[in-house]
């Protein structure tokens, strides 16, 4: 079972589509060894170092929370079905009702083109709200999404990080 680390008024609200297999076991986001979330938040600024998936929880320091958008593990995102999306969407709105981040960022499109009901978005920022919150799409940072470079990904991480601080 993995735990979101969340509290009220957070600046960003990262959203993972669901926990793998390692994360859901160890009990700590992005715990995969191939998993770059860590690594690729430090490098776009979010965090003075590259925090240990042991310690996911320090993130809350900096203002940051975790959570996923669908709660069970899979060996890959893609396993999910459109039912499992949509039979999360409520908790989840919920969720963000209550917790009010100032942005979401879903890393990967599969969780907010089923929350949104959109049939295509682009990366990055989003126009419209969710649930009051203002809403940006990341690449996956996980080893299996090969479109990505580390560096791709640092760059679109680093636009978000760069609009924060406007």
């Not at 999306?85 to 942005?103: G, L, T, V």
Request: with cysteine.
């Amino acid at each position: 079972m993995l735990t979101d680390i969340i509290r009220k008024d957070l600046e960003v609200l990262f959203c993972g589509i669901n926990p793998g297999l390692k994360s859901a076991l160890d009990g700590h986001h992005f715990s995969g060894r191939n998993n770059r979330f860590w690594k690729v938040l430090h490098h776009a600024g979010f965090t003075p170092y590259e925090i240990d998936p042991v310690n996911d929880a320090t993130i809350l320091d900096s203002g940051y929370g975790l959570t996923t958008a669908v709660a069970r593990a899979t060996t890959r995102a893609d396993e999910l079905s459109k039912d499992e999306f949509q039979n999360s969407m409520e908790a989840f709105k919920s969720k963000m009702i209550y917790f009010r981040p100032k942005y979401i960022a879903f890393l990967g499109k599969a969780a907010y083109l089923a929350f949104s009901g959109k049939k295509q978005i682009s990366w990055g920022y989003q126009a419209e709200d969710f649930c009051g919150a203002k809403v940006w799409v990341l690449p996956n940072p996980s080893g299996l999404n090969r479109g990505f470079t580390l560096s791709d990904l640092i760059s679109c991480y680093k636009e978000l990080f760069q609009q924060l601080k406007l």
